[in-house]
């Protein structure tokens, strides 16, 4: 299976912005859905944003509705999640995930994880 490289993660203090980037090696993501997910320590992995093959549908929780946005570049093969206003719950390890299934929000619907990036927020 092809496994992306999540990048981008750091420590910030509340109210900043970070940008992370998901490249999976290979070209079969550029026709699926993909989709960030996180997992704080002590809880299961959550679902944060997701994404049509095409960019055309975007769909979040609705804990970063408003503050994140997702968007791919096809050409890069390379998924971005723009996290801003963050917040001490924003911490935990992001992963970025693939997709056949149509605007899932299900971790057990996605399959390639990575080895996730680290994003913690100071108060």
């Known amino acids: 299976q092809v496994q992306p490289v999540e990048s981008g993660g750091g420590l910030v203090q509340a109210g900043g912005s970070l940008r992370l980037s998901c490249a999976p090696s290979?070209?079969?993501?550029?026709?699926?859905?993909v989709g960030w997910f996180r997992q704080a320590p002590g809880k299961e992995r959550e679902f944060i944003a997701g994404i049509s093959w095409s960019g055309d549908s975007t769909y979040y929780a609705d804990s970063v509705k408003g503050r994140f946005t997702i968007s791919r570049d096809n050409a890069k093969n390379t998924v971005y999640l723009y996290m801003n206003s963050l917040k001490p719950e924003d911490t935990g390890v992001y992963y970025c995930a693939r997709t056949g299934a149509i605007a899932s929000t299900q971790a057990a619907n996605f399959g390639s994880w990575g080895q996730g990036t680290q994003v913690t927020v100071s108060s």
């Open positions: 290979g070209r079969t993501w550029r026709t699926l859905t």
